[in-house]
């Protein structure tokens, strides 16, 4: 019997606020109710959006500036666009939960196990971590997360090549003693994100919620916890409203980045 219980929300076809508003609420709840149990959180955006990392220059993102909605998140890494064949995912936790003990590589390494089993699960042959593997989706200049793979991403190959593409990117924010991971599945493609792995390429048919059912058994699997579904509570969904209205201001979208202020 799984010792643990995680708590499990699923907040399909949200803002790009509430997306961004949601997952910052989940993270500053130091010290309050279900801050002390791990949450994973499923999402799906409605209107598509792009996030840019937490670092990125606006102007370094092209896609950005054509678009209707772009956000900043909180995680850094490259800006990514959230559609309607894409699964967003989040855990969030305390800092010293023994699910994320260790290095901050090997606290990418458990979720990535997780997503690669789901992957199996809706058919995808072979999803492994890159590595050292040429990466063919990785594409110079875009800003695009998809478009530039690290060792730990989750790639696969499609029949015909001989190397994968990058299917899956995740990325983390630690504050104040706790932990965000965000993360995406490619599930078909975008004109944004040309070039990347996608799971209907090689498995026809599976849905976002197919995606869904089937990493909520992986989680459970790999880090031997029951989930246990759950909503928002009003608190959350209060501080989610004051906390969205940020995301999408041009103060911080436009912000200035490492970068900026070192060569200004």
Do not use: N
């Not at 989750?154 to 630690?174: C, I, L, N, Y």
């Amino acid at each position: 019997m799984k010792a643990r219980t995680w708590r499990l929300l699923e907040t399909f076809d949200v803002s790009p606020t509430d997306a961004m508003g949601l997952d910052e609420a989940l993270l500053r709840s130091v010290g309050e109710e279900h801050s002390s149990v791990p949450t994973l959180r499923l999402y799906t955006w409605e209107p598509d959006a792009i996030s840019l990392g937490y670092f990125q220059a606006f102007e370094d993102v092209g896609a950005a500036g054509d678009h209707s909605h772009v956000v900043r998140r909180l995680t850094g890494g490259g800006a990514i666009h959230h559609h309607a064949g894409e699964l967003t995912f989040s855990i969030t936790l305390d800092a010293k939960d023994p699910s994320y003990a260790g290095s901050v590589s090997a606290s990418y390494e458990r979720p990535h196990s997780a997503v690669i089993a789901a992957l199996r699960a809706v058919g995808v042959p072979g999803p492994r971590m890159r590595r050292d593997e040429p990466s063919l989706s990785d594409t110079q200049g875009t800003g695009m997360c998809f478009h530039e793979s690290t060792p730990q991403d989750v790639s696969w190959t499609s029949p015909g090549e001989a190397h994968s593409r990058k299917g899956v990117g995740t990325a983390q924010r630690r504050t104040a003693g706790r932990i965000l991971h965000h993360g995406s599945i490619k599930l078909s493609s975008s004109p944004l994100e040309s070039g990347v792995a996608t799971v209907q390429s090689v498995a026809p048919g599976v849905s976002v919620m197919d995606m869904a059912s089937a990493l909520k058994a992986a989680v459970e699997d790999e880090f031997q916890v029951t989930l246990q579904g759950s909503a928002p509570t009003q608190r959350e969904w209060d501080r989610c409203a004051a906390l969205g209205a940020k995301y999408v201001d041009a103060a911080f979208l436009h912000r200035r980045t490492r970068r900026e202020k070192r060569d200004g």
